[in-house]
């Protein structure tokens, strides 16, 4: 019988197939195969005797935190408190691109904004925009409520941006804990203990625990390089060019002419600095 895992709580692994939950034991010889059951995979099980015994093909996989087969990213962005960064932003476009996930970009808190942080954020969301991103606001219910149909959806994004508060307003059942911004640290406090996968208007949605540390060494150059969509728009006459210190490149003449987002540029030379 086939089945989604859509959590793991020490040894069980829940798994949902036709609307029926089944708490799991993995079979023996996938810990022989070096196979680890993750939330979001699509198993094998037998529902009589309760055990997982094969892992599909995976779609992708994260390691942090540990989820597969991800088909669309919200990356939930607040506006203020904790306060915009385009920098943890592009580290999430950025990983999504490279695992081919599609990202969305919903923004929280923009009621909290003022007219000239307004005047500074609202024309760098136009941006990413405008080279082809998806980009919401967390109260678009009906909107999101159609992206999710039939997909399988990870909640991601800065700590204290508004995850779990944005799936209470989706199903008010689900009664998730919402944490407060601690003012010293300008950040959110974890509430998200357990990686949980809920069925929500016929697709999953995976609720992870907050992160804001993205490790992006283990992606070449050349994976950032192609994971800045807007770059393709400009090719270079030098067909490895790494966008830098080249003549004549095409990219920094676009950065020049306002063309390509300033800070954009300057998170991916950030981003390629130390990687291979």
Do not use: W
Not at 185 to 194: D, M, N, S
């Amino acid at each position: 019988m086939q089945g989604k895992i859509t959590e793991i709580n020490k040894d069980i692994f829940i798994v949902d197939s036709n609307d029926t939950k089944y708490n799991c034991k993995c079979r023996g010889l996938l810990r022989k195969r070096h196979i680890e059951p993750v939330v979001g995979d699509i198993c094998l099980f037998n529902p009589s005797k309760l055990i997982i015994e094969d892992i599909l093909e995976r779609r992708n996989i994260f390691d942090r935190p540990k989820v597969s087969n991800i088909d669309i990213a919200f990356i939930i962005t607040s506006l203020k408190e904790p306060n915009f960064s385009t920098d943890l932003l592009d580290k999430f476009l950025v990983t999504m691109e490279v695992n081919n996930v599609t990202p969305i970009i919903c923004t929280t808190k923009e009621d909290l904004l003022n007219v000239n942080e307004r005047k500074v954020i609202m024309p760098i969301l136009e941006y990413y925009k405008n080279i082809g991103y998806t980009v919401i606001s967390n109260n678009d219910i009906d909107k999101i409520k159609n992206i999710i149909k039939k997909n399988t959806i990870v909640f991601t994004g800065q700590t204290g941006a508004g995850k779990s508060t944005l799936l209470n307003k989706l199903n008010n059942n689900l009664k998730l804990k919402t944490g407060k911004i601690s003012k010293a640290l300008g950040r959110g406090k974890h509430t998200t203990r357990l990686v949980t996968l809920y069925k929500i208007d016929n697709g999953y949605i995976l609720d992870t625990p907050g992160f804001s540390n993205i490790d992006l060494s283990k992606y070449s150059k050349e994976q950032i390089k192609e994971s800045f969509i807007e770059f393709n728009n400009y090719p270079c006459i030098y067909k490895d060019c790494t966008h830098t210190k080249e003549e004549e490149c095409k990219i920094k003449e676009a950065v020049r002419n306002n063309n390509i987002l300033q800070e954009r540029y300057e998170d991916y030379l950030k981003f390629i600095g130390g990687n291979k």
